[in-house]
């Protein structure tokens, strides 16, 4: 099992459309958590990190449950720049400097 | 400010070869990373280099390896190139050694190597 785990998509919505993914990770000790962008062919960006309080920006909202060990990303209002693909990111407790990715999440927004 | 820079942008090597891929951090950053990506996989953690230093490394053969010079600046070498090393290799960088919300990292857009 991958210790970041999210549905691959793809996710077809028209603009304006609100949508939802979801990411889980395994590792009860995971620390940090990120929504990373990366658009075909380019490198991941970073989009927004994840309290446990919730936090937004913006269109974006990110949400955090560690009793179910679960992470979400809102966009709403989805514009056809918003097409990409999400990472779910998390760390360990520990300080490995390791990011570990989940396979991303495909959101194809058409006009 | 110039972001994370990567040489070459494209890479062709034929197996058993060695690939030399070259990282530059952004000015002040002390840590680089370094992560593969290969088709229809995830980004995987490789190396960590801070000060000079290997901090950490993923599960990858020791035929991976590379190092940080005095300037912060970053190689990685693949040594005995096999067919499924045929990846985008993604350097990052960060402030500090340690990761939390406010020490973000940093991609570079990027080296593509390609073993024929």
């Known amino acids: 099992r991958k210790e970041v785990e999210q549905d691959p998509g793809p996710f077809n919505v028209p603009e304006g459309a609100t949508v939802a993914f979801n990411c889980t990770y395994s590792?009860?000790?995971?620390?940090?958590f990120f929504w990373y962008r990366q658009d075909c062919r380019k490198e991941p960006k970073l989009l927004m990190s994840?309290?446990?309080s919730g936090n937004e920006d913006g269109r974006f909202t990110a949400q955090l449950n560690r009793a179910s060990q679960y992470i979400s990303l809102l966009i709403r209002d989805s514009k056809l720049s918003d097409s990409a693909t999400y990472l779910c990111?998390?760390?360990?407790?520990?300080?490995?400097?390791?990011?570990?990715f989940g396979q991303g999440t495909t959101l194809q927004v058409k006009p | 400010e110039a972001g994370v820079t990567q040489s070459p942008t494209h890479l062709i090597k034929t197996r058993g070869q060695q690939a030399t891929l070259r990282c530059s951090p952004i000015?002040?950053?002390?840590?680089v990373y370094w992560y593969q990506q290969a088709l229809g996989l995830g980004l995987q953690f490789l190396l960590w280099?801070?000060?000079?230093?290997?901090?950490n490394r993923g599960n990858f053969p020791p035929r991976f390896s590379g190092r940080q010079f005095p300037n912060y600046s970053s190689e990685l070498n693949v040594n005995a190139l096999e067919l499924e090393d045929s990846a985008l290799y993604l350097c990052?960088?960060?402030?500090?050694?340690?990761?939390?919300?406010?020490?973000?990292?940093?991609f570079g857009p990027g080296t593509r190597l390609t073993v024929l």
């Open positions: 990052a960088s960060s402030l500090l050694g340690q990761l939390n919300s406010y020490n973000e990292q940093f």
């Open positions: 590792n009860s000790a995971s620390q940090s």
């Open positions: 994840v309290y446990s």
């Open positions: 990111v998390v760390t360990r407790s520990s300080n490995t400097g390791k990011l570990i």
């Open positions: 000015s002040g950053h002390t840590s």
């Open positions: 280099y801070d000060e000079g230093e290997e901090r």
